[in-house]
């Protein structure tokens, strides 16, 4: 059976920093396409960042020096770091593994930026 499990997500200040983490089981985690993908109300999800299994990374524009993503393939996590937090990043954050036609999803985690 194959998990997703996110953490991380809380209310924070604008300017402020969070790290995500998503923690798989029943996958060869290592062999996984990681990503962090994002849904606020009303908008379609969106993509984050994602890092590759040779830990390649990409970001979304929106996101680009403020977010940073990483694997530690010894425990099947993934990380979002997310810092000078804005607004504008308020949403539910998921994770999401992908390998050839396999993919997969968390749950997500709330995050809310807000003074």
């Known amino acids: 059976q194959v998990q997703l499990v996110e953490s991380g997500g809380e209310l924070v200040q604008p300017g402020g920093s969070l790290r995500l983490s998503c923690v798989a089981s029943?996958?060869?985690?290592?062999?996984?396409?990681m990503a962090w993908y994002r849904q606020a109300p009303g908008k379609q999800r969106e993509l984050v960042a994602l890092?590759?299994?040779?830990?390649?990374?990409n970001y979304a524009d929106s996101v680009k020096g403020r977010f940073t993503i990483s694997r530690d393939n010894a425990k099947n996590t993934v990380y979002l770091q997310m810092n000078s937090l804005k607004p504008e990043d308020t949403a539910v954050y998921y994770c999401?593994?992908?390998?050839?036609?396999?993919?997969?999803w968390g749950q997500g985690t709330q995050v809310t930026v807000s003074s």
């Open positions: 029943g996958i060869i985690f290592r062999s996984y396409v």
């Open positions: 999401n593994a992908v390998w050839v036609l396999q993919t997969y």
């Open positions: 890092v590759t299994s040779g830990a390649s990374t």
